[in-house]
């Protein structure tokens, strides 16, 4: 059954299904949480890798092992249904914005440290938040502008702009945040018209063939130890794709998507043991900030989407969730 998508994934380095209206839903589980949050896990640990490959691999040859996992996984998982693409310009512009944020995460990566550029990323709902009031005419009540307001405010606080600290490759995670959620408004222009399975396969070729064909440019020989980080990280990005496949199978994606925010944990816990990173004071309230303002909005989107299924109109639908 066809529908608007009213939720999707909030970061770079996962694109799970978007919750539909008019599908019906099934409640979220200790199981199905623990297997986001496993991947999301896995996420943060081949992004480790990914960091380490970027002091000597191009980021693009970073990026194109990724989708090559990417791609690998959603074409043997899902079928021929992955095929049918009714929407072809929509979802060639979709690709070029998922390919756009993965290529700005890595860049970033390769010159911040790996829990800011995370959490910068995932500031990506707030942006598709904004976006939606702007592009798609959304009405927002307070609440999540109150929180739209207060991930931004984490955002400055965790850049820190015009300071001592601030380094212009913060701009790479942020551009990956913005062209994430443009991914997102385009998900929901192309609504039901196709099924999920076929947005993410069309997302991995579009990037796949495009870096694939440009590869004669960035191509670089890997050293076998920068091969293996390759085979680990795209082993981990292929497990988590998995994980979130078989989550997102089982639960409902609105109520599944703010435990995303566990990979900012992982991510600080990991640029600890791996990298010696430890935050300041103002670097943690800015992530703090962030991942709250994040799982809030993601939270609204759950309970508007279930009030939604209940057959209530969105204007209507829009003041419950307010209150």
Known sequence: ????????????????????????????????????????????????????????????????????????????????????????????????????????????????????????????????????????????????????????????????????????????????AFFGATAIILTRRIGGEDAPAATLLCSALVGFVLLSATAPLWFAPMAPVALAAAAAMGLCYAVGQLLLIAAYGRGEASLLAPFSYAQVIFAALLGGLVFGWTPDGPAALGMGLVVSSGVYILHREGVLARLRFKGMSVRRARRRAAQ
């Open 1 to 176: 059954m066809s529908g608007r998508p009213v939720a999707a994934w909030p970061g770079p380095d996962g694109e799970a299904p978007p919750v539909l209206v008019g599908v019906t839903p099934a409640a979220a589980s200790g199981l199905t949480i623990l297997m986001v949050v496993g991947a999301v896990g896995l996420f943060a640990l081949a992004d480790v890798f990914a960091k380490l490959l970027t002091h000597d691999t191009p980021p693009a040859q970073v990026v194109w092992v990724r989708y090559v996992a990417l791609g690998l996984v959603v074409a043997a998982d899902r079928g021929r249904a992955a095929w049918r693409v009714r929407r072809p310009l929509l979802q060639g512009l979709r690709g070029l914005a998922v390919l756009a944020s993965g290529g700005l995460f890595i860049l970033g990566l390769g010159h911040l440290p790996l829990p800011e550029a995370t959490a910068v990323s995932f500031v990506t709902p707030t942006f598709a938040t904004l976006m939606a009031i702007l592009l798609l005419r959304e009405a927002v009540a307070r609440r999540r502008w109150t929180a739209l307001l207060v991930g931004l405010v984490g955002i400055l606080i965790l850049l820190r702009p015009g300071g001592a600290l601030f380094s212009p490759a913060a701009l790479f995670p942020l551009g990956s």
